[in-house]
């Protein structure tokens, strides 16, 4: 086969790839739109199945005080006469139907609303699925519209780089991901509901309802306020503007006090040293690293405290992290890591490596976990040197 036959072939896959690909995120988005309806119905099916319940328990009540009645009146004929009976006795067979109706009610609703719950929990695992075949499909891009020859040559002389290039582009497409969610569901639902308020202020206006445009309008700078607080949060997480203005000692100090006001886990800052500015690199480094060791332990450590403490040297820089929550076996998790298979432990010792240093884990189940990280700061200063001398060159 001819290498142009070859490039048209690759060309061809990447088209068809990129056509797939935005298929796939509109499905997504189809897929999002019906969770949200299936979510509104969902909530108005349990606001009825409530009051279908409460209507079930008091007519119970009346028809077993129906029944008593009924007893009472057919059992005393020198009292009752046969109307009395007569009247009990209707009365009784009312309340019995309108109980039979309401069961029946109830019973449906609670079957829609478990109809409703399996079809949402559908919904989301469709997304997730779309999302993730966008990401493998991302990936396959990456590859295939870059230089394949340079590709062969990584593969052929290091193995390991290749799949460091892969990692590094899996962990690209979940920060993408992660972004796109956050921006979905902050950002973008706050601008179109301000778009369905300043419809709402245009009708207002054209009724002259000046008082009430007052309202709207004090709501609406309160929702700006509120994505314009969301944007800065993700720009924040993105990348810390303190970072290149204070540097990584009061950046982290505000990022674990952040911490601690969103997830409510006692958090506490230490600095061991002299307070001084080390490479840019190296701070940006030891912040995603941090960001990735307090993400553990909020989602795995189910911890009520944990501490930080930075040790600042000529040469290197200590990063120790520990919590107080529920721990687990080292040996069993080094094998994880080993495989692969625990990413969020996996990608911090990718990135301690990377920087040349050393990365220790101390835990047991029940007593908390300790993470210890030491990266030397000369290797960092003589890349560094060296980008600079190249691009000079």
């Known amino acids: 086969m001819q290498p142009d036959a070859i490039d048209r072939v690759i060309k061809n896959a990447i088209n068809v790839m990129e056509s797939s690909k935005y298929q796939l995120f509109e499905i997504a988005e189809a897929a999002r739109l019906e969770k949200e309806s299936l979510a509104r119905e969902l909530d108005e099916i349990k606001q009825e199945t409530s009051l279908t319940i409460e209507l079930v328990d008091k007519l119970e009540k009346e028809y ?12 005393d004929f020198n009292k009752y006469r046969e109307e009395d009976i007569k009247v009990a006795y209707e009365a009784a067979i009312a309340y019995q139907l309108q109980l039979t109706v309401a069961r029946e009610k109830e019973n449906n609703l609670k079957t829609r609303r478990h109809d409703l719950q399996v079809r949402m929990k559908n919904v989301d695992m469709q997304v997730e699925r779309a999302e993730t075949i966008v990401s493998q499909m991302n990936v396959a891009l990456e590859y295939l519209s870059g ?22 582009i899996l962990a690209q497409e979940e920060e993408r991901k992660r972004i796109a969610r956050e921006i979905h569901d902050g950002m973008a639902q706050t601008l179109a509901n301000v778009v369905l308020r300043t419809e709402i202020v245009q009708r207002m206006l054209v009724k002259e309802d000046f008082s009430a445009v007052k309202d709207e309008l004090a709501d609406l700078k309160g929702q700006v306020r509120g994505g314009l607080e969301e944007v800065r949060k993700i720009i924040f997480n993105l ?31 230490n600095l061991v040293g002299k307070e001084t500015r080390i490479p840019s690199g190296l701070e940006i480094a030891i912040f995603r690293l ?33 919590d107080n929550g529920i721990g687990f076996d080292v040996p069993q998790t080094e094998q994880r890591i080993a495989k692969g298979n625990n990413f969020g432990l996996l990608g911090m010792r990718e ?43």
Not at 64 to 75: A, Y
Not at 148 to 167: D, F, H, P, Y
């Open 239 to 269: 990348r810390p503007m303190a970072l290149d203005d204070l540097g990584i000692v009061p950046t982290l100090r505000k990022y674990v006090q952040d911490f601690e006001d969103k997830y409510r886990i006692a958090t506490q800052f």
């Open 147 to 168: 230089d394949l020859n340079q590709v062969t040559r990584i593969i052929e002389s290091a193995k390991n780089r290749q799949l460091m290039g892969l990692k590094i």
């Open 64 to 75: 077993k005080r129906s029944r008593i009645r009924l007893t009472e009146v057919s059992r």
């Open 290 to 322: 941090v960001q990735e060791a307090l993400s553990n332990v909020y989602k795995h450590a189910k911890a009520t405290f944990l501490s930080v403490e930075l040790t600042l040297e000529s040469d290197q820089v200590q990063i120790y992290v520990a």
């Open 351 to 393: 990135r301690v490596e990377l920087l040349e240093g050393t990365m220790v884990l101390e835990s047991e189940k029940g007593s908390g976990t300790k993470i210890t990280m030491l990266i030397p700061i000369g290797g960092v200063e003589e890349n560094k040197e060296e980008n600079e001398n190249g691009q000079h060159g």
